[in-house]
């Protein structure tokens, strides 16, 4: 690994020197950064708003896998990930920390590309880097990212206030990340079988780039905003939309319909998925990390979003007695099932 | 490893199972957390005063060694870790989140001793738990924990406000925790050599506990608002006092005299540290792990610390030109090195 870039030893550089390099390209731009890296804590200033904070745990072997994802987009996509969880409550996202642990496989110039990533995900996204820890792991790489926000009171959108006869809606398109995981799965199991066959992903850019570099959906706040529709409920698709359904009921004590046919899955999803066989359906409902937005809003407001081309009404709120159901195409009646990524099991 | 405790698999409870059944222990005391677990992000109110933010990463074999480390005063120890950061803002810690990474080898009745000690350390500081991510791994344990306090803009205390002139203050004493450390380590290859003779850690209760289950000083901010004295500049000694001394020194563009026969060290500190044939004050210098907090303050605040048993003056601010030294017993002048730890190179 790395055979191809420099290698910058990092026990000479030392965590300080490690820190000091790292954080040279970092530039505060938001205004409610009073003080980032540099002290012990970072000093953030929400005057009168919410402070939202979300955090996540990408490990090596079990979130990614080094053989085929590039260290520049596995930066950029831990912070998506975080970043995901500030948009489905309706925040803005303003602050990250970053945490490394890394193994002694790992040169200077692997870190850069990281960071790299990570930084080019909080430039695009308005967010300041104003912290994290950086140290030494026995075995693999660790990261760790914590996502900071802010929202007035009266913005914030909880999992818990989806309404009977509310319209459940999602963002954007469904299961390619899953489907372009597949691909990538398979493209490594030939290339360790043959390491002369170079990997064929022609054609796939959109479901391996739903995979390897997800952007989460700040536009979809926006444009909710600017839309004057606020949700009634919300949660970012990370583990699959069985599962977010799920929560999103749970938490509001309600059921639900979802409409088999109004899920929004991607041609390329679609036709990639048939081809490993899988059911389109089933990657779009359990395959996750889509890292898409999931709301109720009232019927009201309906007329508002009916021709927004990023947002597609799939079900409704039911009462909690009917159950949470899914109307396949045929017609039948299935109860929806979580069956997301359980991460103490072989999911592979 | 885990002998004695009862075995639930973590697999058949999956990654929700386990955070409804660790989370069910949680309870929210702070006003300040609007919304804990179970959404998004969680929502917190600091309504007018500025946020703090630390983050902190400890990985098996590099931060802990689970061999001598029992799961609970682990989890308390992460917790007090990272307090630490927001105590030495002079602030007031409200919340953290935790997060586990686990490998297979951990039942649930691990990670319940772990939650434990971190739910114990949050109640005995005040803070509420309000969210983590909880993923298997690959390999080794994996705790992430970030703080988040607050303060209002004039209390808050960077490390870069130190003058000339500025007392250097220190509260409890130093080098404890390194001492026991090489006592748990010694005790350790003892007992893998010949694993019928019993850890002899008697009379050792001070330093092991230094070393296992360390106290932030949020006593210390108390007692500095109390005597209404606000310092200049405060870090937490985790490094090391030489390495946090240089921290202040460089980020307020001074330099200082630091007496080495003015540096707190325990009698039972000494004495190990003797036995070890290591300097006490090189082991106060550069062992780490204190979680004192270390502080400048102005002359003028001498007369309502100085009776304080829990703090000590041991040295002052100079200008930057003359340098950071140290003056040793003898009247020698040594410039002050920071040789603490560093989570690239071997420290053992």
Chains 1, 2 share one sequence.
């Not at 530039?27 to 002290?39: C, E, L, N, S």
């Not at 692997?110 to 792991?137: F, P, W």
């Not at 660790?142 to 009171?153: E, K």
């Not at 739903?210 to 529709?229: G, H, T, Y």
Request: charged share 25%; net charge negative.
């Amino acid at each position: 690994m790395f055979d191809n870039i420099a290698k910058t030893n990092l026990e000479s550089l030392g965590e300080f020197g490690l820190i000091a390099h790292i954080t040279s390209a970092v530039k505060f731009k938001q205004p409610t950064t009073v003080k980032g890296i540099g002290d012990d804590a970072a000093v953030l200033d929400f005057s009168g708003k919410k402070t939202l904070v979300s955090t996540d745990l990408l490990l090596e072997g079990i979130h990614f896998d080094l053989r085929y994802v590039p260290l520049k987009h596995l930066g950029y996509k831990a912070v998506q990930v975080n970043l995901s969880d500030i948009y489905a409550m309706n925040g803005v996202a303003s602050q990250i920390t970053f945490s490394l642990g890394l193994s002694s496989k790992f040169p200077l110039e692997a870190v850069e590309e990281l960071y790299s990533g990570a930084l080019l995900a909080c430039e695009k996204y308005h967010v300041d880097l104003v912290g994290g820890d950086t140290s030494a792991s026995a075995q693999g790489l660790v990261i760790s990212v914590t996502s900071i926000g802010h929202a007035a009171a009266e913005d914030i959108v909880y999992r818990s206030g989806a309404q009977e006869g509310d319209l459940l809606c999602v963002s954007g398109d469904l299961g390619g990340a899953y489907v372009g995981l597949q691909l990538l799965e398979r493209e490594k199991r030939i290339f360790l079988e043959n390491p002369n066959i170079q990997p064929d992903l022609e054609g796939k850019d959109y479901v391996v780039e739903r995979q390897l570099k997800p952007e989460s959906r700040k536009d979809i706040v926006q444009l909710l905003a600017d839309l004057s529709v606020k949700p009634t409920a919300m949660i970012d698709v990370s583990d699959g939309l069985a599962s977010e359904i799920l929560h999103i009921c749970h938490a509001s004590d309600k059921g639900c319909k979802l409409h088999e046919d109004k899920i929004p899955i991607d041609p390329m999803t679609y036709d990639t998925s048939r081809e490993f066989g899988l059911d389109p359906t089933v990657c779009a409902l359990n395959g996750g990390e889509d890292y898409e937005l999931l709301f109720t809003i009232q019927q009201a407001d309906y007329d508002r979003i009916k021709n927004q081309p990023d947002i597609s009404v799939i079900g409704y709120i039911t009462e909690k007695s009917a159950g949470c159901e899914l109307i396949s195409k045929s017609g039948k009646v299935h109860p929806i099932k979580a069956q997301g990524w359980n991460a103490f099991r072989d999911n592979s």
